[in-house]
């Protein structure tokens, strides 16, 4: 059976990278059709075996915890791709708070179509909701205070777009995608390439010789590179990383209004508000992503 993505409305995500709604689409289309190949091979054979063919079912997403729920949107994208016959009736959106008890959705089709969609939709969504409801906290956390929560590329290999798209749903901002999408010059560029200067020189030549109009940050790691950094035109934002809350805000003070601040470095739930009360745009954050445990949803029959 050729299977299609449905070219669903993402209402709840716009990328703020160079990634287009095209690019994103096709790695939603990658990620369902490499999850389905893994979990359902050449079939479903436990519902093959005790199932009909034209058995119709229903089911429901319910919650077993509390949190942010994402992941509405891709569940109704797997279910598509399944079975395009599938129809799915929506009681809770993606980016509202549940408790345990509450119905997300109802799904109703061919009963092989939802058992075979069951386990991508839930580890799916269970993971989505843990990353969207973390978001949450920290955007909370940093409210009042102008700093905005971005999230990076410590995501989990294959399903990067879902774990992105996740974070906006919790309300944070997306980084780069990619490598390829925006130019960040980290310790490990910097020595390699011989300092700072060298490293934004030669790149902002090789951003002109390939006609590439991509954003330039930098990394720096004590205030002496900040100053080096702000001798050199076209950054559009320093990265702080690892500084502590006196000279966070001594590099804040320096650098103006000259381009955006990003803190990083081990920023937790316990310090992120008093980086963000130094003056920084931004405070990124692998935790989001990578340190989080999934939210308890099950996927029930209804009789």
């Known amino acids: 059976m050729q299977h299609k993505l449905c070219n669903f409305e993402i209402n709840t995500f ?4 160079m990634i287009s709604e095209t690019q994103f689409q096709k790695e939603l289309e990658l990620i369902i059709s490499n999850a389905i190949r893994e979990d359902v091979g050449d079939g479903d054979h436990s519902s093959l075996a005790c199932i009909p063919a034209d058995a119709i079912g229903k089911a429901k997403l319910l919650v077993k915890d509390e949190g942010i729920i994402a992941g509405v949107e891709f569940a109704k994208m797997v279910f598509a791709y399944v079975d395009a016959e599938m129809k799915v009736e929506t009681l809770i959106e993606d980016g509202s708070k549940v408790q345990y008890g509450d119905i997300v959705f109802y799904v109703t089709g061919r009963s092989q179509s939802i058992l075979k969609a069951e386990r991508l939709v839930l580890n799916a969504m269970q993971r989505m909701s843990a990353i969207a409801t973390k978001t949450n906290k920290f955007v909370q956390l940093l409210e009042g205070t102008g700093t905005k929560i971005l999230d990076t590329r410590k995501t989990t290999p294959g399903i990067r777009a879902l774990e992105k798209w996740a974070v906006k749903i919790g309300g944070g901002v997306n980084h780069r995608f990619a490598l390829y999408d925006m130019i960040m010059l980290k310790d490990n560029h910097i020595d390699f390439c011989g300092g700072i200067t060298p490293a934004i020189t030669q790149t902002k030549n090789y951003l002109k010789e390939q006609n590439l109009d991509l954003k330039i940050i930098v990394e ?20 702080i990383d690892n500084f502590n809350y006196e000279d966070t805000r001594k590099a804040v003070k320096m650098i103006g209004d000259k381009c955006l601040t990003e803190s990083s470095g081990g920023i937790n739930e316990n310090t992120i508000r008093e980086y963000a009360l130094c003056g920084v745009n931004y405070i990124s954050s692998g935790a989001l992503t990578h340190s989080v445990y999934n939210l308890d949803l099950s996927l029930k029959a209804v009789d």
């Open 14 to 17: 716009i990328l703020k990278t």
């Open 220 to 239: 720096a790691r004590d205030l002496e590179e900040i100053k080096e950094i702000l001798q050199n035109e076209g950054v559009y934002r320093i990265l």
